[in-house]
């Protein structure tokens, strides 16, 4: 399979986090190749097999590295840090690049690219090499330099801190859904839904969950409990009901309510991921021995936690923000010495 930029980057944060531990610079200031204002700093770095093999070897790499010694308008001392955090950034990424140019050529060549991820475990055909080598050697010079090298990496960090705040975004922006189209979800959403739902917190993996998706004739009976909501409920076109097993241990009992809760809150996050609206639905009437027959709950063995009602919302999902609230993080959180 293709060896994507983001597998990759994953994978290099490993190797970065342990030459992080390993790799002492040595910053020298060095203001005789600067000018313009400028402060250089040459880093000279210890080569060979370190302290643990017994090698000390007078630095073979050396790079310049420029920092502006003036900020317009930021504090010095945030100047400062931001400028300490990228040299120790920068110093960490050329000793991660140097691991990976093994000849030490100051540039990596294809064949370095295919042992970097055999060393990694990644299973690549040479079609699969080659095309990752193609990505990253920008201007097809035949190598990747370290320039090459560095804006792919900080690029995939960047599209890494997209994601999480894609993440967020949907967590916000889930809420109640008021009105659902009559046309069904597509049988792949609701499983890929399920798929999340199980992956929920479980203390001791009791696994505790089961989800019934009701056809038509059941939906209709579940409806008609409550005959005043009977012809707008039944027109609702996904109906899954949650159950939670039972045990005679009061706290494991709590337990596996708390994580098929939990599962619930998974299964309608991933639906919001695909536009799809929800409503977690807790009316007396489900929990009643009637509407568990009509689902098949083993009442001896399992109890209904809630119901989520879901379909494409009437007028979409997307720009209406999540449910409100009226409390803030700083009116529910104690912090305890």
């Known amino acids: 399979m293709f060896i994507t930029n983001v597998v990759l980057a994953c994978l290099l944060c490993v190797v970065l986090l342990s030459s ?11 203001p005789n190749k600067c000018g313009n204002g400028e402060i250089c700093y040459e880093i000279r770095r210890p080569t060979g097999r370190g302290p643990s093999g017994g090698r000390h070897v007078q630095a073979q790499v050396r790079t310049q590295i420029r920092l502006k010694s003036q900020v317009d308008d930021v504090d010095s001392s945030l100047s400062a840090a931001l400028s300490e955090t990228q040299t120790f950034f920068d110093a960490s990424l050329l000793e991660l690049f140097s691991k990976i140019d093994v000849d030490s050529s ?3 060549d294809e064949s370095e690219l295919s042992s970097l991820l055999t060393s990694l475990s990644i299973t690549a055909s040479p079609s699969d090499v080659s095309a990752l080598f193609s990505s990253l050697d920008v201007d097809a010079s035949g190598t990747i330099c370290f320039e090459e090298f560095s804006q ?15 993440v967020r975004t949907n967590i916000l922006s889930r809420h109640t859904a008021a009105q659902f189209e009559t046309m069904t979800v597509p049988n792949s959403v609701v499983t890929s839904a399920l798929e999340c739902a199980i992956k929920a917190p479980n203390h001791r993996l009791t696994e505790p969950w089961k989800f019934y998706l009701l056809g038509p004739k059941s939906i209709q009976s579940a409806s008609d409990l409550v005959p005043s909501k009977s012809s707008k409920w039944s027109k609702i076109p996904g109906w899954m009901v949650f159950t939670s097993k039972k045990s005679d241990d009061p706290v494991v009992h709590k337990e596996n309510l708390l994580a098929v809760a939990c599962s619930v809150q998974n299964f309608m996050l991933s639906l919001n991921s695909n536009g799809i609206g929800s409503k977690w639905m807790t009316s007396e009437f489900i929990f009643e021995e009637e509407f568990g027959g009509i689902v098949g709950v083993e009442g001896g063995e399992e109890e209904v936690v809630g119901c989520v009602w879901f379909g494409f919302e009437v007028g979409g999902n997307k720009g209406k923000g999540g449910g409100k609230r009226r409390k803030g993080v700083e009116e529910v959180l104690t912090i305890t010495e």
């Open 106 to 108: 100051g540039s990596i």
């Open 152 to 166: 792919w990496y900080s690029s995939t960090l960047s599209n890494q801190d997209s994601h999480a705040d894609s």
């Open 20 to 30: 992080v531990n390993s790799f002492s610079p040595f910053l020298i200031p060095n």
